[in-house]
């Protein structure tokens, strides 16, 4: 990959055809505002950015049991491969004006933040017994924890931490998945945080946003076909066989 921007890339997933268009058109616009800056984009079919000179795209199949959520931390990784710093962002944002490249990322997690007992009492109350035994199964007090915005965050090379929130971050969103709790994997990112020492950085975070604008596309509604549905399904009956398998390794993790 031709860093040109040594200091810090833009990373996203691109699963499907409509993100895959996404993901281009975020590209272009990052030509315009962050020249020399790359997207790296984890996705099924590489080929499709050819075309992009900013693009560093690598083959990358959904993960995560339901949805992939937690596969961000996949594209963060190989990123920080090439780069000191990574900035995840998702897919559906446009970048509306040009990109602030003075400011210096602190080693570790930048991004939005609050308590997330505070978020989850808001936001989806139900899931907070299973945050509450994950917390003890990680030596961790909520009340010491944040929830994170997961839709754009930027991650640091911390002298090889990075690699065990990678680790942590996978093993707390499993254990989610299992419990049956697919999305906001927010409060998985900033439990991984947590676990490892790390505290969320703000500085820098705002300048970024403000140059963004988030499409929600996931929203948008559109009609699935019955052959899309069957393979949505045995994927998804595949992914959690897979996982269910895996955490047996690590039984008392995961099932006690």
Not at 142 to 160: A, C, H, P, R, T
Not at 193 to 218: C, F, M, P, S, Y
Request: hydrophobic residues 40%.
């Amino acid at each position: 990959m031709d860093t040109t921007n040594n200091n810090f890339c833009f990373c996203t997933l691109a699963l499907g055809k409509k993100y895959r268009l996404l993901a281009k058109q975020l590209s272009q616009d990052l030509a315009k505002y962050a020249h020399g800056t790359f997207l790296v984009v984890g996705t099924e079919k590489p080929n499709f950015f050819q075309s992009s000179a900013n693009v560093y795209a690598f083959p990358f199949k959904q993960k995560g049991i339901l949805h992939c959520y937690h596969d961000k931390r996949f594209v963060l990784e190989k990123a920080l491969s090439q780069y000191s710093t990574a900035i995840a962002i998702d897919a559906d944002t446009r970048i509306i004006d040009k990109v602030p490249t003075h400011i210096e990322w602190m080693p570790g997690f930048t991004g939005c933040s609050r308590n997330i007992l505070e978020h989850v009492k808001r936001r989806n109350p139900d899931r907070l017994p299973t945050l509450e035994i994950l917390a003890n199964k990680l030596n961790l007090s909520l009340d010491n924890v944040f929830w994170v915005g997961e839709s754009l965050m930027i991650v640091s090379k911390d002298n090889g931490k990075e690699t065990e929130f990678f680790q942590q971050w996978g093993k707390i969103g499993d254990y989610l998945e299992l419990q049956g709790i697919h999305a906001g994997s927010g409060n998985a990112i900033g439990l991984a945080a947590a676990k490892i020492g790390w505290t969320v950085h703000a500085q820098g975070w705002d300048e970024l946003r403000n140059v963004t604008k988030h499409l929600d596309a996931a929203y948008q509604k559109k009609s699935v076909s019955l052959w899309d549905n069957l393979e949505r399904r045995l994927g998804y009956h595949y992914r959690l066989n897979i996982s269910r398998v895996k955490a047996l390794k690590d039984f008392d993790f995961y099932y006690k």
